[in-house]
């Protein structure tokens, strides 16, 4: 597994800062256990390739001053520029696998619900991670949902997701997880069929009648 090689650095001011990330260097902070939070800085290049070498969850080993001992680290927050997206920022976390921590778990949809491969429905993801706190040994890298047996305007809640045991969601159950919803067009068309069909049982039934009548005669 890829190791996070950082450094420690000082505490500067936010022009210093924005100095390191032109030159290509990532600001980060490390919350060690017992010792509180260091802040620590690596070249950009490396940590996206460290952190784009696995998919889900983020735990990685972590170098701290090439001479000095080496963790297990979890990624707890990742700061984006408002605009352009691009990393200001990382949080780390100090772990051990009986440690019992809040971190956000990804989501990964597959499948498509027939409904949205035809064109009559719209699928919608709103949500892509949850936060659950559990030990890190029995931390899930990613929650699948599968999105093939949804029919047109169904939903996915987080209470019908299978949660790994030891693991504990802090959103709602009722949380909507992904929905399908029947396109505009689509609607008008199903009440133009239905009412079409309601016209031809009253003029079924009427012709009946009137054969019955006739009959009578």
């Given at each position: ?13 936010s022009?210093?800062v ?6 290509g ?6 919350i060690?256990?017992?010792e509180?939070t260091?802040?620590?800085?690596a070249?950009?290049?490396h ?7 696995k ?15 080496e ?6 927050q990742?700061?984006r ?10 949080v780390?976390q ?5 440690d ?6 990804p ?5 498509k ?8 429905s719209?699928?919608?993801t ?8 559990a030990k ?7 929650l ?15 209470g ?18 992904a ?11 199903e ?16 012709g009946?009648?009137?054969e ?5 005669e």
């Amino acid at each position: 597994m890829s190791v996070i090689q950082v450094e420690t650095r000082p505490k500067t001011s936010s022009a210093e800062v924005q100095r390191l990330r032109k030159t290509g260097v990532l600001p980060m902070a490390l919350i060690e256990r017992g010792e509180g939070t260091r802040l620590i800085k690596a070249p950009v290049t490396h940590v996206r390739d460290v952190l784009g070498s696995k998919d889900g969850l983020k735990i990685f080993p972590l170098s701290l001053d090439a001479d000095s001992r080496e963790m297990n680290v979890v990624v707890k927050q990742i700061d984006r520029h408002a605009v352009s997206r691009k990393v200001t920022s990382i949080v780390l976390q100090e772990v051990a696998d009986d440690d019992t921590i809040k971190i956000p778990v990804p989501l990964r949809f597959e499948g498509k619900p027939v409904s949205c491969t035809t064109g009559v429905s719209s699928l919608m993801t709103p949500v892509y991670e949850i936060m659950v706190t559990a030990k890190v040994k029995d931390l899930p890298p990613l929650l699948t949902i599968q999105l093939g047996e949804m029919d047109e305007n169904d939903r996915i809640l987080l209470g019908d997701i299978a949660i790994p045991e030891g693991v504990t969601p802090l959103s709602s159950p009722e949380t909507v997880i992904a929905t399908t919803v029947i396109l505009r067009g689509m609607e008008e068309e199903e009440e133009e069929v239905e009412g079409e069909e309601g016209e031809e049982g009253e003029e079924g039934e009427g012709g009946e009648g009137g054969e019955e009548s006739s009959d009578s005669e």
